[in-house]
């Protein structure tokens, strides 16, 4: 019993130093390909210097639930992987411990981590997606970045105030368009504005205003259609965007809200939500555990292709989770099928898969 303790220990110590290994290696990856489409994005989104690294930041965290599941499959891999070659693994098979007992003794590294993976993927990831969203968001509306558009609906001022413009002058140029033929509908006082020309001033405190020329003002009144009163100008000013209603930004996304807060509205997109939730954990489990059959390998053959499977499978139980989220979405199918059917066909497809090298074995020999 000693000695299994002793075996366990520096195998979980094995997996461990992989892991953190392994870990370092991806994010170096995931960060570095982060800081290249993030900066090269900074110009059109245009973004600021702190809020470029803010940005790479939470873009990683955002991804940190992946690259730690995957980091956990491989480093289990590679720690039996050497196992098997240097013929320990052979040693404990003869002494009567299978797969199963190297996962027993594995489990408590592999149940913290799922449940590390379930805490980051259930309330920190929906945050930083919020406040991914936020500062792009922000970006996009900030005063010297705010282009109006030819022929199309714009909204500003969080939904409070709706423009059509005709035909613009200086499309490019944010701030020199002159706007011509400007329809404006304000849902905060129930306005209607019609005016000949505009163009777009910048106060000193941030904010954006649109300076009205030769127009007129229909006011309606309240929870009715009818027109109270019109009143002529020559020129008039309204806000379109403020620093203070930037900040105050909602998203009704799944993907941005706590776990307990998808349960609170239950339609489909949310359900969706829950069930890629849980089955990214669920995957996670299931996957280390497979690991430790995948790392079997013969100490005398030179060719190993454990690795390249297991990524295979990977890639493939997390898309088939993916589709299962976007089909309960769509209301395509229930909720008890969207979490039961990808890893029930993963599973089918594992046993499948040793089924038919059991028989390639046991023809070759």
């Known amino acids: ?6 075996i366990g220990s520096f195998i979980n110590k094995k997996i461990l130093t992989n892991f953190f290994v392994i870990f370092f290696i991806l994010s170096l990856i995931v960060f570095g390909n982060q800081f290249f489409i993030v900066l090269s994005q900074s110009l059109d989104k245009g973004l600021f210097g702190n809020e470029i690294y803010s940005l790479i930041f939470l873009k990683f965290i955002r991804d940190a639930p992946f690259l730690i599941s995957f980091s956990l499959i491989l480093s289990i891999v590679f720690t039996f992987n050497k196992l098997y070659k240097s013929s320990e693994a052979i040693i404990l098979h003869s002494a009567g ?25 259930g309330y920190i990831v929906p945050s ?13 509306s900030r005063p010297d970045y705010i282009f109006f558009q030819e022929g199309l609906f714009q909204s500003f001022q969080n939904n409070e105030i709706t423009m059509f413009i005709s035909e613009i002058d200086n499309v490019k140029e944010a701030d020199n368009q002159v706007l011509k033929n400007i329809f404006i509908y304000s849902n905060e006082n129930k306005r209607i504005i019609i005016a000949k020309t505009g163009s777009k001033s910048v106060s000193l405190n941030g904010d954006v205003h649109l300076d009205l020329f030769d127009g007129s003002i229909y006011q309606q009144l309240r929870d009715s259609n009818n027109i109270s009163s019109v009143t002529n100008f020559e020129k008039y000013f309204i806000k379109i965007f403020s620093l203070d209603s930037s900040e105050r930004i909602f998203s009704s996304s799944s993907e941005m809200k706590d776990f307990i807060s998808l349960f609170s509205d239950s339609n ?12 990214f954990s ?6 280390s555990l497979l690991s ?8 005398r053959s030179r060719i190993n292709f454990s690795v390249g499977y297991l990524v295979i499978f990977f890639i493939s139980y997390y898309n088939m989770v993916i589709i299962a989220k976007s089909s309960l979405g769509n209301g395509a199918t229930s909720f008890l099928s969207s979490l039961v059917m990808p890893h029930l066909f993963f599973i089918l497809l594992i046993f499948y898969y040793f089924y038919l090298n059991n028989i390639f074995f046991k023809k070759t020999n």
């Open 292 to 299: 430790v059959f995948f790392s079997k390998t013969n100490n």
């Open 97 to 121: 411990k299978g797969a199963l007992d190297f996962f027993k003794i594995i489990f408590p590294i592999v149940i913290t981590t799922t449940v590390l993976i379930s805490f980051l993927i």
């Open 268 to 279: 489909n997109e949310d359900l969706g939500e829950i069930t890629y939730r849980i089955s």
């Open 282 to 287: 669920i995957a996670t489990f299931i996957l």
């Open 128 to 140: 930083v997606k919020l406040e991914i969203y936020n500062i792009t968001d922000r970006a996009k």
């Open 1 to 6: 019993m000693i000695l299994y303790s002793i």
